[in-house]
């Protein structure tokens, strides 16, 4: 008799052990010191949540939307480079496993499977998640997301440049390399008369990616557009000038940049700068339901998994995708509960204790100001 | 020549030899990641008391009331689930205990032995705490109280879903499930021409608890009502403006929530929201007699300790609670002496030292407000 | 070829090696959980010097007095009970190590040899630690302290109740118990005619001490007097208007309560109450002589080692008191010439940065104050 | 197939497995009890970085001047004693692997070749760091740096009194005392008609250096001067009315004081109080590249390595030096891209967020003004 993981951490626990090392690393892996991957926990673990009691919370609303989308509670898949490394389904499985519980998932430009393929294994709603490597590729690409039926295009803003992750180099990690999505644009480039064969998508750098860039790339589709990895009040203003719908608040796992804020402490800059004109969620340190309920109250929309994705899928597939999303959706409905809180469109203020060191952050023009001239 | 332990560290050590593993856990253990219960512990070594000196403390008063009943000193015991898990004489073993120490023990609707018989061994003063499942159930367990002779109602009302320990599920724990308060039910009702049994206790779900069920409580009995588990002043206030007579703030050890503010973290704010028109406890993480000090300087009247009961119990019976007992009491004697303070009745100002970081705390609406727009 | 230690932690090291383990711990060991031992060493961690530069700081005055008293550096010997478990001739020893390094040795009613015997292996000044155990004791060993020559009555304040040690219950420890000024007075007894022999020291309790005690107590005797455990500035006020000459700020190395503010967190509050009218020394937890500089910075005259006293005598016996004092002056000169200082009697301002946590300290009135009531 | 160190932690891990132990702890030591060292490191971690995305950095501009010389990027080489240690090439070496990454070094009066050596060997800029021992030995030094190219006078002032580290002392550690400056002088000396030979190096005792003696370094010399080792604003301000031209923040690596602020935490006092006058540069913790633009965006006009030289030397050479900086080039451009700026010398504002317990720091003055006094 083996039990199924009973926590995120169990799921994690296990993949460990089925998952070989390298893949193992590449899915665990922060960069460089990994210190905001840390830190995207922590933050986490210092917020707490304030039980309000003797309520008739009997029936909790916990589905909500997501830009028009219905998910049955407010989780999401995060978009994550090539799942086959965790499960030979790939993201076909993650799509099966979304859907079983009821919400969205977001693919990766660089899925193992391509989006048409995941379209059609997937029961849910799904947003397809751009990696801007230039124009043409670009256009294609979003063409081809909203054909297939796409609901959302999720433009990464918070990869700049390419960084390699320290355990990957040292692992000397090879990705499997194989992206659904090129496979099907290279074969329509070679049958197509005259058509150049695209370059290989390993060798293509990432273009400059500016508020220009946005108008140009909502010109090409109807579909509504979020903005993954905004951190900053500034920019998060800018992103709903320039009409965005959505913003998720990333650090992508700790995985590109160290050093920074986590997602959970830049949240309310970030949702205070919208003010309610764009849906803001957030991902990055997600492991407990409770952790649902304290972004919420911080303003966001819904939040979104990445490595227990991954998780999820090495432990078993499709159904370990589905039994994770239903592990956190059992822990967020209890303290949903435990708050008095009967619905996630109508959660009461002061639901949070916030450490006295969060925001607003102090900044180096703030210490300048007030350093006493000897 | 073995030494009895020296303070309740020892008692915890010296228990966990000679319980069964499993039901060590079930003592132990906290919900999910155990954050609430490791800071339960933390918040009171944070907090420091000051000595005041050159005073003659000599006679020292730290006998009190709660609720009228006379106490030694001002610590309870908590109610807790079955204790024939730590010594098979059960409850009527901790109430000998707590008499010897001229103390009052409350009594959990799930005891092993029944209230009634509880009360038979009992020479302190109980009070019986209730698990409303029911409006029959509760009317049947209140008057069979009132009956036997407890002196107050202690109304759970921060478990309002079932949450079991992680580490329980992992041990599959099976709780022995004898509920002595309803082989007596069953029994009767067995007994009675043409009453139907009872369900079974395990089966039950906990119906809504809101205030409007706390007039019809009331309705059913004389004895003043406590509410165990209330932390928010909002709630608190509430609690006094329909009547209860005393609030006992509690995590509940950490063992239904996670990632909620630990209890002594909360006094503050229940002590400033009654207004002095209800009594306020306090349990968990009470380890030392100086904790005890803490509490009373933060407003409370008394307090209560939980899982120390079982060790005391596990360690030698009625015997065992007694010493823990003892072992707080001689401790919280001391901690009188060293702070200067001749009676519970008079303690003075400024008797602690409160981290910055504590309370009033600071909510989503306080950084909200705050945060500039750019 | 062996090295001498090469700083107090080093002597602290090789004690534990040379000693009997039961006395080892008798000297290391704090109240309870031992969290002000811990938290005496931690604070001054926590406070930093300021470098100050670019000075002629070659010749630094680091002598200076206490109440009248030439030391030669800022750092005297705690009184502490029977030196004779770590070195067979007892405070003889220390007093000889003491006065080759020029400073002040504190003796305490305790002490293995006989203050007669002390005064006369001293070369350096003593004061005497006073335990009050009733009139007539007190009286005499005053009278016996100023014939005797010491020069100050340092009156012990933070023992209003015994408090036996934990890890002294565990190893049953039993003190040598001889105790050099009572055999005096035993034998003085046995001499006289008619004189009835006083009960062994053990068996006295402590009486209430109290402000009035202190007038009675200035009767007796012209020598000055040092108050050791004020941490309190009510306290300290209260000392200064009864026309106490100096304040020992002391935890008593946090051996006798636990969980209270450490010495050098209580000093500016002392120091702050007291307005200049009396001396305020500290002592618990200086290892470094940047400790030193740092009590001073916070308005200290001079500041007091107890544990480290220990730890020569068990090394070297005289000589490793003396060394370990001498360590301490080194590194304090050494501090003075960092942070630019010339005279321990002209410490410019801003010497320390102190943690935002720090003092003036929140109490639970200031927290009730501003609790919003909901 | 061995891979070159991907970072400065690998360097420092290979470095200890090809140094002699008592080279390496040489190195690798702080002072007294180290805080000051495990703080430079710990304040670089506090402080995080606010990534501004959606711009085009795809050209970013990271090289500077410091004192009108050209540097490839922020990143320069501490004057440290003698670099036999770590690569028998010594400082000829380092000065090789600095001009490789067209950076400037700094070089210590006691490097172990002489200076005229290391100019020789040099290809990019050197500053020559003074440590001065009188008079007639500063003017020789002086005057030969001028001599050999050296394009500034880097005075040492964080030194005040010689202070050898614990773990030299526990290593009976000995210098290879091969000063290359000396060496020069002494031969010169010998072959002077009727000149006397100057005493050795280590047995000169620091004079004092004040304010005074600038005026006349300033004498000596056309070139300019930076003060190494000024940490207070008061002492900064008093720099930049004497005429200085830079000044170098550093704690020595906390190689010759110990509880005292680390660098990056007393810069911004630094910067402040030079009002743009002067240029400021800090070492002492940097280990990552976005160590550099935090400094930088604290008003570092660039900053400096010491430990991080040696590790290179001892790996690799010349080599080993120019990869380490070059590793931190690529990790502080990344920073730059990942923050959205595009040049060192237009970095925007609130590029750091800084723990609230960060100065302006608190004194004993501001606590002692804000002690109720009973």
Redesign the interface.
């Known amino acids: 008799m083996r ?1 199924d993981p ?2 995120l951490y169990e799921y994690e626990a296990r993949a460990k052990q089925v998952l070989p090392h390298n893949h193992w690393e590449f899915i665990e892996a922060g960069a ?2 990994e ?1 905001t991957t840390a830190r995207n926990r922590s933050a986490f ?1 210092a ?12 029936d909790r609303k916990i589905s909500t939307t997501v830009l028009g989308a219905d998910i049955s509670f407010p989780v999401m898949i995060s978009p994550a480079e090539g799942h086959t490394i965790a499960h030979q389904d790939g993201e076909c499985a993650t799509a099966r496993g979304a859907g079983m519980s009821h919400t969205l998932m977001m693919c990766s430009t660089t899925s193992s499977n391509s989006m048409e393929e995941i379209a059609e294994a997937a029961t849910g709603p799904l947003w397809f998640q751009l990696s801007h490597r230039g124009y043409d590729f670009t256009e294609h690409l979003v063409k081809r997301a909203e054909a297939a039926g796409f609901r959302a295009i999720v433009l990464t ?2 990869a ?2 390419p ?1 390699p992750k ?1 355990r990957d ?2 692992n000397r990690y090879q990705s499997p390399g194989e992206y659904g999505n090129f496979r099907e644009l290279q074969s329509r480039a070679s049958g197509a008369s005259g058509g150049d064969e695209p370059p290989p998508w390993e060798t293509l750098r990432c273009p ?4 220009q860039e ?1 108008d140009w790339l909502r010109s090409l589709t109807k579909l509504p557009l979020v ?1 993954k ?7 998060a ?2 992103a709903v000038e320039t009409g965005v719908d959505g913003i998720l608040v990333s650090t992508h796992g700790g995985r ?6 986590c997602s959970i402490e830049m949240l ?2 970030v ?3 919208t ?1 309610g004109k764009a849906e803001v969620y957030v991902d990055s340190g997600i492991r ?1 339901g ?1 952790d649902v309920l ?1 972004a919420l ?3 966001a929309t819904a939040v979104a998994v990445g490595r227990p994705l991954f998780w999820g899928l090495a432990v078993n597939g499709a159904e370990g995708v589905h039994h994770m999303l239903e592990l956190l959706r059992e ?1 967020f409905d ?2 949903m ?2 708050c ?1 809180q009967h619905s996630v469109d109508q959660l009461e ?20 100001d ?5």
Chains 1, 2, 3, 4 share one sequence.
């Open positions: 039990m009973i926590n460089m010191d210190l673990e917020l707490t949540l304030r039980p309000r009691l003797m309520r008739d919370v009997t803003v918070d700049p440049i960084t320290e180099i040292r400059p990616l500016t508020w946005l903005l990895g905004v951190r900053d009040g500034e920019d203003r800018k590109r940049f160290d050093g920074d804020m309310p800059e949702v205070a700068a003010q407990r409770s304290k109250a911080l303003g822990e209890r303290a509960a435990y008095g203020d002061r639901l949070l204790s916030i450490p006295r060191e969060w925001g607003p952050f102090r900044t180096e023009n703030d210490i300048a007030h350093i006493p001239l000897a």
